[in-house]
């Protein structure tokens, strides 16, 4: 039972490089999210999805995008990467339906030279 | 904007001693509240959720006071793997956006 997989776990990139972070959850979870979580500054919500075909925005949107390929996979795109976006990012699901809490994956580490 | 609240800490306890922390929140239409447990930047990991009646598992119960708006986490007998980030969320009743606390700290030491 794998729960939620991202990958990659580790990552380099240069200033202006492109990625995309992928995330998969097995759990037919409904609600889909990113969250990036720097030292002192707790987790911060980047982009959601409530449902399969719908995204929004979270806290820090800016420099990010975001696709809900299908009610399993949500992706997370830097199109341009920047110093600041240097951060642990965690993809998180849950089922959606009032009380559910957040099952997350395991994190991709992000180092932006 | 909701806000949840937590002391940072680090609360530092000896092995075998009971810790409590605190969690306050702003939005008076909060329905469901977890505490989740975090080691060292690994991810986030569900600990309990949190019922009006209280919740107890094992060492670990979780209470709700609605009237005063916090929930709390008492840890009895701490074990030295316990060591690690407390992280206390809510979440309205409909809503896809818990909130997070920034966390406490707890270090437990022979």
């Known amino acids: 039972n794998a729960g939620v997989t991202q990958t990659p776990k580790f990552q380099v990139l240069k200033t202006g490089q492109s990625m995309t972070l992928q995330c998969a959850q097995d759990?037919?979870?409904?609600?889909m999210y990113w969250y990036r979580q720097d030292p002192g500054m707790g987790l911060r919500l980047i982009y959601y999805?409530?449902?399969?075909?719908?995204?929004d925005k979270g806290e820090v949107p800016n420099g990010y995008n975001v696709s809900r390929l299908n009610k399993r996979e949500f992706s997370l795109r830097l199109e341009s990467a920047a110093p600041s976006q240097t951060s642990v990012y965690f993809c998180?699901?849950?089922?959606?339906?009032?009380?559910?809490?957040?099952?997350f994956g395991d994190g991709t580490r992000l180092s932006i030279l | 904007r909701k806000e949840v609240e937590q002391d940072p800490g680090p609360f530092n306890v000896p092995e075998g001693a009971t810790v409590a922390f605190n969690c306050t929140y702003s939005n008076s239409a909060s329905q469901s509240f977890f505490w989740y447990r975090q080691d060292c930047r690994k991810e986030p990991k569900l600990l309990m959720s949190v019922y009006s009646s209280g919740n107890e598992d094992g060492r670990f119960t979780a209470q709700l006071n609605r009237a005063s708006q916090y929930i709390s986490l008492l840890i009895r007998d701490s074990k030295l793997s316990d060591s690690a980030t407390y992280l206390c969320v809510e979440l309205s009743g409909g809503s896809y956006i818990p909130t997070f606390g920034r966390g406490t700290s707890l270090i437990v030491h022979p």
């Open positions: 759990m037919n979870h409904n609600s």
């Open positions: 998180a699901s849950n089922r959606s339906f009032g009380n559910q809490p957040q099952h």
């Open positions: 999805s409530a449902s399969e075909g719908t995204t």
